[in-house]
């Protein structure tokens, strides 16, 4: 009843537009300023940010000049006239001593700001590796989206910089390639509930960490947004699971019509259906069983194990190389087959080398030059001997 009731409302208040004081015809009106320079440049270095306007039905558009750092701003206070600058990406109003709304544009204190300037430190003093990036960082001082090794991956990551799903072949142009827009949804989802969101509990990412275009509700499908997930058709009527093909799904694009799941989805969902099978007729509890551990586009995940051993599989399942859980404890226990999956995507001739568990080898060499890197195959420099000629490798300490 209550739903009924609001819905009403929506219809009646919908047919008396005249009634209404921001009506299709009241922005006929309406005599709006010009946009200040910078906004209307919109460049690198003369930009502004796009908002909601104050005025009344939003008729005008309205827009706040980005600062530079060092420039004069003001937090402001409810007597203010509206805003027409902001402090721009980066950077935030610093008070003044002895004042309570009035300062500078501040470069922001944050981890991702801070390991820009370790770079550009490293850069000026000469001590800088040749495959090191400068970190790219959002307008709020957190993480972009994604991390890129020269020549090799690019790969996403969360707001506090560590590795989430998503990857691809390295690209010099990442943010028109991956958002991870899909992959960061999860982890917030996650960080949320409290718990890992199995397959047909989330959204499906594309292996890049966007949102696959196309989403199952249940057994029921539609096309979405790449960056947001949102509806690409609003008004298609949805299709049913075992109906999809390219007639029926604008976005459709499998090999196969009528199939969504993918090979540990299809799994996966097998099995979750059986428990609840069991646990309909009554079982309260139901053993014996074991879930594939599946990535957000529906693929297997890197790492697997049974009884007996830690697995690196490709996307489709097929074992890559395997360490037994007893003998080799240690580099079962450090397995993150990162450098075994990064392969199967470059491009490049020029391959990184992995350890028996396919994690990346601590030293990597490259075009007669040898360099420490992370796990995730990015080069750290922990001593001065950033990196060596090859003759000189066993000289590096990673």
Request: glycine letters at 6%; one cysteine or more; proline letters at 4%.
């Amino acid at each position: 009843m209550k739903v009924f009731y609001l819905i009403s409302i929506f219809i009646l208040s919908a047919s008396a537009d005249e009634s209404v004081l921001c009506t299709s015809s009241y922005c006929d009106s309406v005599e709006c300023s010009d946009l200040p320079a910078k906004c209307q440049i919109q460049n690198a270095t003369h930009n502004g940010i796009f908002l909601p306007s104050p005025q009344v039905c939003n008729c005008c558009s309205y827009c706040l000049e980005n600062l530079d750092e060092g420039d004069k701003c003001s937090t402001g206070n409810p007597s203010s006239p509206s805003h027409t600058t902001i402090c721009g990406p980066g950077l935030y109003c610093s008070l003044r001593a002895n004042s309570d709304f009035d300062g500078f544009c501040t470069r922001m204190a944050s981890p991702c700001h801070q390991l820009q300037d370790d770079y550009d430190n490293k850069r000026l003093n000469g001590t800088l590796g040749s495959m090191e990036t400068r970190q790219t960082c959002d307008d709020d001082g957190t993480f972009s989206s994604y991390k890129c090794i020269p020549g090799q991956t690019c790969y996403c990551v969360n707001k506090e910089g560590s590795r989430i799903f998503g990857d691809r072949d390295f690209t010099g142009l990442p943010s028109f390639h991956m958002q991870c827009g899909c992959s960061r949804d999860y982890y917030e989802a996650v960080e949320i509930t409290g718990k890992e969101l199995g397959p047909s509990e989330f959204f499906r990412c594309s292996p890049t960490g966007d949102y696959d275009t196309i989403q199952c509700i249940g057994d029921q499908c539609l096309c979405v947004d790449a960056e947001d997930g949102a509806p690409t058709y609003p008004n298609d009527a949805l299709v049913n699971m075992t109906l999809l093909s390219n007639e029926t799904l604008r976005c459709f694009s499998g090999e196969e019509d009528g199939v969504f799941y993918k090979k540990c989805e299809e799994e996966y969902v097998a099995i979750l259906e059986e428990v609840n099978m069991y646990k309909d007729d009554g079982f309260d509890l139901v053993f014996s069983y074991t879930f594939p551990k599946c990535d957000l586009d529906g693929s297997y995940q890197a790492v697997q194990e049974n009884s007996t051993h830690k697995i690196c599989v490709d996307k489709e399942g097929s074992v890559l190389t395997a360490v037994d859980k007893i003998e080799n404890k240690t580099l079962a226990d450090a397995m993150d087959c990162n450098c075994l999956r990064a392969n199967l995507i470059i491009t490049s001739v020029e391959k990184p080398t992995c350890e028996v568990n396919g994690n990346y080898s601590p030293i990597q060499c490259r075009r007669g030059t040898c360099r420490c890197v992370d796990n995730n195959g990015n080069q750290v420099c922990k001593s001065s001997a950033c990196e060596v000629a090859e003759i000189d490798r066993d000289t590096l300490k990673c």
